[in-house]
């Protein structure tokens, strides 16, 4: 999730969804439920295949038979489905998510799923979500979310037993000098300046 859009979320998903499927022990889903505008859906050729909406409409379907495979092999994607903004709301916000996120995750107990969700102070969506998910990862755009702005995100979350934050188009610099021990053991040797000399 996050608080806006232009943040980085579904990058941060996909990137995330890639970084555990590098882990051969385990199966990644990643779930493009940012069904307003599902950007991974047509990233991968998938905006107008059944998927999330159409699992969720329909209930009884058999969500699997919707799930594509990817070129990673423990890495596979659902996309967000066919149906109006109205109708995600109530869906996503409905039981019938409950029941499906369970499902996802009973049908395989070694897949971990990734959801990419709508920004969390623009639809309802993501918080109903979030309700159903283990834990909830805020990508936080560096030098552009406001800090207001994040914590009203951060207030429809609360009460979620994990919430983490990602910081998204972070600048690394380097300090041009920096403190440092150097010791073995016991033995330590006063602080040094390095760099810069």
Known sequence: ASAMTGEGKSFTAINLALSLARDKDIRVLLVDADVAKPQLSHVLGLGDA???LDALREGERDVETLIHPTDVPTLSFLPAGRGSPEEATELLASGRMERLAAVLGEHDRAR?????????LQTTES???ARVVGQVVVVVRAQSTP???LLDAL??????PSVSLVLNQSVHTVASSYYYYYGYGN???EPSKAGGA
């Open 50 to 52: 059944p998927g999330l």
């Open 112 to 120: 971990i799923v990734v959801f990419d969700s709508p920004p969390l």
């Open 127 to 129: 918080a109903a979500l």
């Open 147 to 149: 800090q207001p702005v």
């Open 155 to 160: 207030k429809i979350l609360e009460g979620h």
């Open 187 to 189: 033995e330590r040797s």
